[in-house]
């Protein structure tokens, strides 16, 4: 039997690597659009568990096909209209954009979120014609993380109807707890605004006393988490004041007044 010369032996090799090349490529575009799907339809779950009408039996495209997305511009507060909107607009990715995002002052950053985007998406849940709710996506700096969460306002814009708590790097059994379904059910009724709309929705250390008045403003703190809770606070602040979604808000209660 010949000998394999090695010119033979160098382009078997290098067809073998190609190849090889070839199938992890395919198998990383595969996992990527499986992960990219997962992802997606977790975005829908968490804004459906914030809604109340997440329901295990029914598949969940079909429930969030009853929630209305829309994109708004987080200066004026007024919607973006497709022809307006970036194609295939990603909010995390744009914070890395200078045309869709700003840097925030630092005497401005309570949330320690260094940017903020040009555009972001808001959920829309109705009763027929009427406004049930609205969810909005908020985050800010905690201990080790940035915590990334949505908050559901009932069809008055200040009275909270659930926070979830989606991703986030803090300590397991303390500033982790923000996921905790005990905690996160005591938001529910909570007011995030005054009755001079001044944001005072916040985490008290200590445990909310609930013969006080301010009680209806007040959520009990993380035990042992004091920054992650006041992180929590702050993004609170940040995102319903007027740097956040407050434009927002107002805009939506000029067209229910104005409907109404």
């Known amino acids: 039997m010949a000998e394999e010369s090695p010119r033979h032996n160098f382009f078997v090799t290098g067809v073998l690597a190609v190849v090889c090349s070839l199938l992890v490529s395919l198998t990383a575009i595969g996992l990527g659009a499986r992960q990219e799907r997962n992802r997606e339809l977790d975005r829908m779950r968490n804004i ?32 973006v209209e497709e022809t307006e909107a970036p194609p295939d607009y990603d909010q995390r990715l744009a914070l890395a954009s200078k045309d869709l995002s700003s840097p925030v002052p630092n005497k401005e950053d309570i949330a320690g979120i260094n940017r903020k985007e040009k555009y972001s998406w808001v959920y829309l849940v109705t009763d027929g014609d009427r406004l049930d709710q609205v969810v909005l996506p908020v985050r800010g700096r905690g201990l080790f993380s940035t915590l990334y969460a949505y908050l559901s306002l009932d069809s008055d814009l200040k009275t909270v109807r659930g926070i979830t708590f989606y991703e986030h790097g803090e300590t ?4 982790a707890e923000v996921e905790n379904t005990d905690w996160t059910a005591k938001w529910p009724g909570k007011l995030v605004y005054d009755e001079g709309g001044e944001v005072r929705l916040a985490l008290v250390k200590g445990g909310v006393n609930p013969s006080s008045t301010a009680s209806q403003y007040q959520v009990d703190a993380l035990s042992g988490a004091t920054i992650t809770s006041k992180g929590v606070t702050s993004l609170v602040k940040y995102w319903f004041g007027d740097a956040g979604f407050e434009p927002y808000l107002r805009q939506l209660a000029q067209e229910g007044a104005a409907s109404g």
């Open 48 to 79: 459906l568990v914030v809604t109340g009408l997440y329901d295990p039996a029914v598949p969940i495209e079909e429930a969030f096909s009853t929630i209305e997305i829309r994109l708004i511009d987080m200066e004026t507060g007024e919607y």
């Open 172 to 175: 397991a059994g303390l500033g």
